[in-house]
């Protein structure tokens, strides 16, 4: 009897150190287990008790999620994060719904809709120069308006088609935490912030920005009329490329804006088709059209023919704006980047689709780089050219 209480206090003791910050109570009830398991021990007492303190230890899996939860309940200790959804579902309830109408959980859309403007800003900059930290700004505040007040739109034409689709019921005009009337309000503070965003630009600016609404209303119908839904998106997500470089320089260089806007569109083609793909069985439920349904087991040959001309539009932009050695290093990055995308894309698993499609943010910020560094590559290049100069004088 004593080498089994002895063996049983041990245990307890070694549980206290390797628990520390457990409650009592917990131990307490730990202790029962040992001290009070006569009824249930073979003939030798101490092989019974190495048993049970093995159960105990093998539990500790079990045992520790309960202590975490009791350190935060007495300590307050909980995992920090900055994440978007996470910013979001925290926010108060009243404010909870229209933050989730804006998709700020969601900034994958924002980061879509921003690039094409980075990329343009990037070739307007002066040789030798970082690209408008001003501008980058302004843009990007206006990306994150323009594509949550797109958002209100696409949901108020939705309401609807989202209550019968898995994905879209939660959201908060079909699932009626939002009425469109509530949306229209809140649409129309959208859009009066994203005005004084444009009217900080030049006059060409304001008014090439302004050209832009009627796609931004528009676009949503398209899935109704046409299974190319994606292109008008295109043009819409990417008027950025056209409006950035003349917020920079006053006005278009159509020879480089052009080719620029048009690998845009190309590239708004590939992500937004694999996008479709998540959705296209219950699409032919409710009667809507994509380019996934137009493409459906040829997709792979159609996103690799968007490859195609997306690259030949950022060669032609690269040209055009006297880009260097690094921005071309860089296309040949992005080229390999999408030909992974598309051979290893398998369009009937959701999750992989979502994968590939996020990747695209990766891809829209190496190519911004690729910029940046060619035109900081442009300012060693004309010093060597002067000084080839200076020698051939000499």
């Given amino acids: 009897m004593l080498p089994a209480k002895l063996t049983s206090q041990l245990a307890l003791n070694a549980l206290r150190r390797t628990h520390r910050g457990t409650c009592y109570p917990c131990l307490y009830t730990l202790s029962n287990c040992f001290l009070h398991k006569e009824g249930g021990r073979t003939r030798d007492g101490l092989l019974s008790d190495s048993s049970v303190l ?23 200790r ?18 909870r719904p229209y ?3 804006m998709r700020l959980d969601k900034p994958i859309g924002t980061w879509l809709l921003y690039l094409p403007c980075t990329w343009s800003i990037g070739l307007a900059a002066d040789p030798g120069c970082l690209p ?3 501008m980058l700004t ?30 879209t019921a939660t ?4 699932s009626g935490e939002i009425s469109r009337m509530q949306a229209l309000v809140f649409l129309g503070g959208q859009l009066s912030l994203a005005l004084g965003v444009l009217l900080c630009l030049n006059y060409y600016s304001i008014a090439l920005g302004a050209a832009s609404l009627s796609l931004v209303v528009t676009y949503p119908l398209m899935k109704r009329i046409t299974y190319w839904p994606q292109f008008v998106l295109g043009l819409t997500f990417n008027w950025g490329a056209l409006l950035g470089w003349s917020a920079v320089k006053g006005s278009c260089d159509w020879s480089v804006c052009l080719p620029l806007y048009f690998s845009g569109v190309m590239w708004t083609l ?27 087991e040829q997709t792979k040959p159609w996103l690799s023919g968007f490859t195609v001309a997306m690259m030949s539009g950022l060669v032609t932009a690269g040209v055009n704006a006297e880009q260097t050695l690094p921005y071309y290093a860089v296309l040949s990055t992005v ?19 979502w994968k590939k499609f996020v990747s695209n943010r990766n891809l829209g910020l190496l190519l911004f780089l690729g910029i940046v560094a060619g035109n900081l590559w442009k300012e060693r290049r004309e010093t060597l050219l002067q000084n080839e100069e200076l020698e051939t004088l000499r």
Avoid at 270 to 296: C, M, N, P, W
Avoid at 342 to 347: A, G, P, S
């Fill in 54 to 76: 093995r159960r105990v230890f093998y539990s500790q899996s079990a045992i520790r999620p309960s202590v975490r939860l009791r350190e935060t309940h007495h300590y307050g």
């Fill in 138 to 167: 302004l843009f990007g505040t206006g990306a994150l308006l323009m594509r949550g007040a797109g958002c209100t739109i696409n949901d108020m034409w939705d309401k609807d088609f989202d209550k019968k689709v898995s994905r």
């Fill in 78 to 95: 909980r995992p920090f994060s900055l994440s978007a959804a996470t910013i979001v579902n925290s926010a108060p309830a009243p404010v």
């Fill in 335 to 353: 080229a390999i980047h999408l030909a992974h995308q598309i051979y290893t894309l398998d369009i009937n698993k959701p999750e992989d689709c």
């Fill in 99 to 101: 933050l989730q109408l």
């Fill in 132 to 134: 408008h930290l001003g």
């Fill in 270 to 296: 590939i992500y937004d088709t694999i996008y479709a793909h998540q959705d296209k069985e219950d699409d032919v439920k409710v009667g809507v059209k994509s380019t996934a349904l137009r493409f459906q």
């Fill in 171 to 174: 959201r908060p005009i079909a």
